[in-house]
Each structure stands twice: as C-alpha cells, then as structure tokens.
C-alpha cells in the first residue's frame, strides 16, 4: 500500500539524514511531477514507433521485476520441488502468456555495442562492462515488455489512452533520473534534438542541455540492476533523443559473516543499530573501507571492531593525541613551515622520504575517488597515517622537547610540522568518508573550510592560515573506544 511505502521511504530520508547523506532532491515515483515525465516519454516513443502492442511469451521472476530468456534460466529442485530459477539470481521464475506493449529494444543492440565500444570506461568496474559487452555480443537481445495488464498490476502509471494496461515498473523506474533533471525539459531544449526512428541512435550533444541537469555524470548502481541501467536505460535515452550517462559505477554487495543475506536466515544488519552503539563515522568508515566495487563486502562485527580500534583509534586519533600534546609545543603555537636545516645530514634523508609518502597521497586520492574506488583512497589515508606513526615514534620528539637532555627545538619543531601535515593530508582524503571527525580535527587544528578540499592537499600548508594559535590545553580525542574494550577484546578473540 501507499501508507507501507510512506513508512519505508521515511525510514530512508531519516537514516540519510542521520548520516549526514545531503541531497539536492528526493524523488518517488508516486509523485505527479514523475507521472508527468513517465507519460511523456512514452508519448514520444509511441510517436517514433519504438513500442507497440505484442503478445509477450516467456518467463518472468516476479522477485526480480524482469523477463527472462531461456539462456537466463535453468532448472533446479527447491524444498524437493522442480522448478525453474533465475541463473543470476537463484529465484523462481514462471511462464507467463499476455498482451502487453513491447519496446523495440532489439533494435539498439548494434547502437548500444558501438556506444560502449567506443567509450568503454563507461561502465565501470571493467569486470561489469564485459558483462554487458557479452549480453549484446550474445544477439539474444528481444524486444522488452514495457507493460502489464491493470488487472493484475492495478497500481502504477496508466498507459495514456488505454486504461488496461500499466506502464512497467523499469521504464516507468528508469525515468525518475530524468524527473529529478525537470523532464519533460523546455520546448527550446526537446526541438534541438529531435527523438530517434528505427535505428537512428540520435546521441544528443550534451551542449543541448546545459540548462538542466541531465545527462549524470556518474550513475551508482548495485551490481544486480546493472543490465537494466546499461542495457535498457541507455536504449530508452537513445530513443527520444536525450544523451546519456557520462559514466555507470557498479558497486558489489554485501554478506553476512560470508553468507548471503536473505529474509529466511534473517542475517539482515541494521545500520542503526551499530550507529547507535559506535556512532556514525565508524560505521560509516567501515562501510566505505571494506565496501568495494567488485568483490562483496563482508559485514563482521568483530572485523568491524578491530578496523574501529586499529586504525581509528590507534592508527590516527592516537597520533593526532599524541602530536597535539602540550608538552611538544612550549610556544603554545603551531609550527609554521618547515624550515631545512643549515647543513645536510642523515635526518635530511629521513624527512625527504617522509615528504614524498606525504606527496604522493593526492595523486592516489585523485585517481581512485574518480574511480569510484572509495576504499582504496581509505587505504591510502590509513597508510599515510601508519607512516607518520612510524616516522613520529622512530624519531622521538619528546625527547628533544625543553628541558629534556637532547633539547633540540628546531629539530622538534620539523618533526611536528611533517607528523601534523601527514596528518591534515590523511585527514583531507578521510574527509568524504567521516566528515563528522574530520570537521573537529580541522577546527582544532585552526584549518579554515577554504581549506578543506582538493585545491589545498599538497605538502607545504602554512599555519599563518590557520585560525587557531595552537594546540588546545588537552588533546583531542577523536575516537574514545574505552567502553567496548571488553566487547573488543571478546569478539576479536
């Protein structure tokens, strides 16, 4: 019901909310505004003749929404039981025999082939784009129901002018992208690229549309739904004229403790449970640290606690503790710039290393969050921090702090300027993953939010930006993991 789909769509805006997901807009496909975009692409690819009324005959799985091939299905026994499955994804499918409005999607196989071809960065992983390479390759390309009787799918958007059928759910879901862009778009805009016929594949300049915001730059899907979003979607675009996608990121799944979730196991994981107990950003962290795009997540709280204290806790709020302590700063300031020293010397050697691990950090956080590769800019980060750990403690600086015996203060003050930069680089590429504690590590430290982006991740910050002197009385805590030592040391046993 409408009432049940309120609940679950709540449910969802409020855990975004929680977890500081922002966006610019929110789209249901019960809204008129998308009813309106629904009704108008399929006016136009009525009116170019890409769908018409067939009779469609095969198999269907209602659990995945899709219409399936004989090479897509395979038989099994279940419970003792013959029946036949998705291969993909394991789940019952049956015959079914109707009359329903039919998509030429046959049509597109060439046109899409060519496209993916000839941009195959595309669809990312590569290990997905093959996927979708072999589904075209593999000519088994029929034309798709677009329909349903109302008889039997009473709620939904109405074919316009035949009150017996509904349009079916994935061009109807595929275009609320478009419905959030403003489609049906302005009349200047749809007159300049006109809508396809038969084979025309009409990939419409991007320029046309810089008024609204369409086509995506990158689209995020799961895996599961990938030959709908690169398959179907792009065949749909084609077809009226409107550009497509500028890249589609499918990302892998997860498991529970290496199984499958599944409703009868009830293995689900509530993420507001853990949020609940750990807080947000370390939920978040391990998420996007372990979450990959092509081999499955593993959701495991004993794994999960051991990433919180080893390279949360330790790795980076240790440090982050220890370099702020007052005890390195007599001057109660930060230190300013690196200044070398007057003559070379094997410490030379130590910093100049430590300086190019420091360097080298953007170009890896650069190149794996244009790919998507969340976790991998996090490993970069941590090892960043692991590094500067090593670098802090295999040099020792509260040694050579005031009154000890190898007080040294210009020696002191460029170790804690390299620790305190491999810290703010760290930090900057741990940004997109837990903002939450990096806000309160840049508001210690003086940071101003000017500074808080890729403009400004390079060595050689100066703390005359900063808008804080220096260290506070007491160190910061980033991440206080005191209450589940017990837990901690239960589960990781």
Not at 170 to 187: C, E, M, Q, R
Not at 396 to 414: C, D, F, I
């Amino acid at each position: 019901t409408l009432e049940y789909c309120d609940i679950i769509s709540k449910k969802f805006k409020d855990l975004f909310t929680r977890v500081g997901i922002d966006f610019t807009d929110y789209v249901r496909t019960t809204e008129q505004r998308h009813a309106n975009a629904v009704t108008s692409i399929w006016n136009k690819l009525v009116a170019s003749g890409h769908i018409y009324l067939g009779k469609y005959e095969g198999w269907y799985c209602v659990s995945d929404e899709a219409f399936l091939t004989s090479l897509q299905v395979k038989e099994e026994v279940v419970s003792g039981q013959k029946m036949m499955v998705s291969i993909e994804s394991g789940n019952k499918v049956d015959w079914v025999t109707e009359n329903n409005y039919m998509f030429r999607l046959g049509q597109f196989c060439a046109p899409l082939l060519k496209w993916l071809e000839e941009n195959p960065e595309v669809i990312q992983p590569k290990s997905r784009l093959n996927y979708v390479l072999s589904v075209l390759r593999s000519g088994d390309l029929g034309d798709l129901s677009v329909s349903r009787p109302s008889s039997r799918h009473p709620w939904g958007i109405p074919v316009p002018g035949d009150k017996d059928h509904t349009i079916y759910v994935w061009l109807d879901a595929l275009t609320n992208y478009i419905t959030a862009a403003g489609y049906p778009f302005d009349k200047e805009a749809s007159s300049s690229t006109p809508a396809a016929t038969n084979n025309d594949t009409a990939i419409t300049s991007i320029k046309s549309y810089q008024s609204n915001p369409w086509p995506a730059d990158v689209q995020i899907i799961g895996k599961d739904i990938l030959k709908f979003h690169s398959v179907y979607w792009p065949a749909f675009l084609m077809a009226v004229g409107l550009p497509l996608p500028g890249k589609i990121l499918a990302h892998a799944h997860w498991t529970v403790s290496r199984e499958k979730m599944s409703k009868s196991k009830g293995n689900f994981v509530d993420p507001s449970r853990y949020i609940d107990k750990y807080g947000v950003d370390p939920v978040r962290y391990f998420l996007l640290r372990e979450g990959a795009l092509v081999e499955d997540g593993d959701w495991s709280e004993s794994v999960f606690l051991v990433k919180f204290k080893s390279e949360l806790a330790d790795t980076y709020g240790n440090l982050v503790a220890r370099c702020m302590s007052p005890t390195l700063h007599p001057s109660k300031k930060w230190p300013g710039v690196y200044v070398p020293s007057s003559s070379s010397s094997d410490s030379d050697d130590v910093d100049g290393a430590f300086v190019a691990a420091i360097n080298s950090a953007y170009e890896q956080y650069d190149t794996h969050y244009k790919s998507g590769e969340v976790h991998k800019a996090a490993t970069v980060a941590i090892g960043l921090l692991g590094k500067a750990n090593k670098y802090f403690f295999d040099l020792a600086p509260w040694t050579l702090a005031p009154g000890k015996v190898n007080e040294n203060p210009s020696r002191l003050a460029q170790i804690l300027y390299l620790t305190l930069e491999a810290i703010r680089i760290g930090t900057l590429g741990l940004e997109p993953i837990i903002p939450k504690t990096t806000e309160a590590l840049f508001n210690t430290l003086g940071v101003p939010k000017t500074h808080h982006d890729h403009r400004h991740i390079g060595y050689d910050y100066r703390a005359e930006h900063n808008l804080t002197p220096g260290p506070p009385v007491s160190p910061l805590i980033l991440f206080d993991v005191r209450p589940f030592q017990k837990e901690m040391a239960e589960l990781i046993r």
